[in-house]
């Protein structure tokens, strides 16, 4: 399985940010997609989770602001009202897989 992220870049508080992550490979083995993020000096987060009946769990510091979606191969991680602690490099993951990341930073 192999993970691509995308759609990450500078924002100001308050905008938002739709990340995608496409996998490739065996995908069949795909049940989970998660979005995790590792701001610097932090350790690596869970942020959101969808399983392939589209259920969801969301880490309380962006539930009601972030929503992850699926289609097919693709998990989304749309990202509104964002924080400057949002910043971070936000990873897709499912399995033992993971993505290269894509770099969020929110700022004014």
């Known amino acids: 399985v192999q993970l691509q992220a995308s759609g990450g870049g500078l924002v100001q508080p308050g905008g938002s940010l739709t990340l995608a992550c496409v996998a490739s490979?065996?995908?069949?083995?795909?049940?989970?997609m998660n979005w995790y993020r590792q701001a610097p000096s932090n350790e690596r987060e869970f942020v959101a989770r969808?399983?392939?009946?589209?259920a969801t769990n969301y880490a309380d510091s962006v539930k009601d602001r972030f929503t992850i979606s699926r289609d097919k191969n693709t998990v989304y991680l749309q990202m509104n009202n964002l924080k400057t602690e949002d910043t971070a490099v936000y990873y897709c993951?499912?399995?033992?897989?993971w993505g290269q990341g894509t770099l969020v930073t929110v700022s004014s």
């Open positions: 969808v399983t392939r009946g589209g």
């Open positions: 490979g065996s995908i069949s083995r795909i049940s989970v």
């Open positions: 993951n499912s399995l033992v897989f």
